[in-house]
Every structure is written in C-alpha cells, then in structure tokens.
C-alpha cells in the first residue's frame, strides 16, 4: 500500500471534523475541545498559522487514493515544531500507514531546514510511542496536559 501526504485544504475541513469528533482517533489527543463543533473547527482553521496540514493518502492499487488521517507540523516559527497524526480509519491501524506519514513530514521537516522536532505522546497511548522511538524520537520529558514530550533531531552527515 502506497503512502503519500497532500496538504489540507478548505475541501477537507468535513472529513477532517468527522476524525476529529470519533472517540477512538481523539481519545488521546490533548488539544480536543469536549465537544468540537463545526464552528470551532473552522474558526481553528481559518486562524491557524505557522503550521502545515496533510492529508495522509493510500492506494492500495485496487481503488483511487483516499485520505485516511491526517499529520501536521506547527509551530514552525519556533526553534523546535512540533509533529503530531492520526489515522482516521481505524480499520487501517496497525498498517504502517502513521510511520510512512511520519517519516514523510519529517523529511519535508528537514528540507525547510528544521534541526529538530518535537511530539507530545499521552502516557497511555501504547501505539504512539513505540511508533515515535522507532524513528529516532527520544524522551525528554513532560509536556503540556502530562503528555510525554518527544524529541528527535535531524541527522547531518
């Protein structure tokens, strides 16, 4: 299965409520409203900024490509962004489909020239952290809300 990120844009904002409002993909995500509404998520999108939005695309070669999570970066007018996904189906959990997503955010990371990057993992998301220490993301100590806080640096040769 073909992994591949496009950037977010107002046509996704739907799908992107509908991830952000299921229980299983939100559950251990720090900065959910209780009850997100349409209306604060698009007053959220229409504010953001410096941060970048994918949508986490597969084609498994048999259908057309389809979005199934998301992956951003933000605070990339920091010294440290930070990197955070999820897939959305959770039908395809377990697949690799987060790590390929990661790894290719990362590289994006690296090519705008970032050093390092940071990621906020809850204590109990058991998926998440082996996914981050795989790629070279280390502990480093406690973030906002108790989350694990992550960081890994760039590689230079």
């Known amino acids: 299965m073909k992994v591949s990120l496009r950037e977010a844009s107002d046509n996704d904002?739907?799908?992107?409520?509908?991830?952000?409002?299921?229980p299983q993909v939100t559950r251990f995500?720090?900065?959910?409203p209780?009850?997100?509404?349409w209306e604060l998520h698009h007053a959220w999108w229409k504010t953001r900024q410096h941060r970048m939005d994918w949508l986490i695309m597969v084609d498994d070669g048999k259908t057309r490509p389809r979005a199934v999570g998301a992956v951003h970066i933000r605070d990339?007018?920091?010294?440290?962004?930070?990197?955070?996904?999820?897939?959305?189906e959770t039908d395809l959990w377990g697949r690799g489909i987060g790590r390929r997503a990661l790894e290719l955010a990362m590289e994006w990371a690296w090519k705008?020239?970032?050093?390092?990057?940071q990621a906020l993992v809850h204590p109990r998301n058991r998926r998440?952290?082996?996914l981050f220490q795989g790629l070279?993301?280390?502990?480093?100590?406690?973030g906002r809300k108790g989350q694990w806080l992550y960081e890994r640096t760039r590689l230079t040769r």
């Open 13 to 22: 904002l739907e799908l992107l409520l509908a991830w952000g409002t299921h």
């Open 29 to 32: 995500l720090p900065s959910r």
């Open 34 to 37: 209780p009850a997100l509404t």
């Open 76 to 88: 990339l007018n920091t010294g440290i962004p930070e990197v955070g996904l999820y897939v959305g």
């Open 112 to 117: 705008k020239g970032v050093r390092t990057l």
């Open 128 to 130: 998440s952290h082996p």
């Open 136 to 142: 070279g993301f280390v502990r480093v100590g406690t």
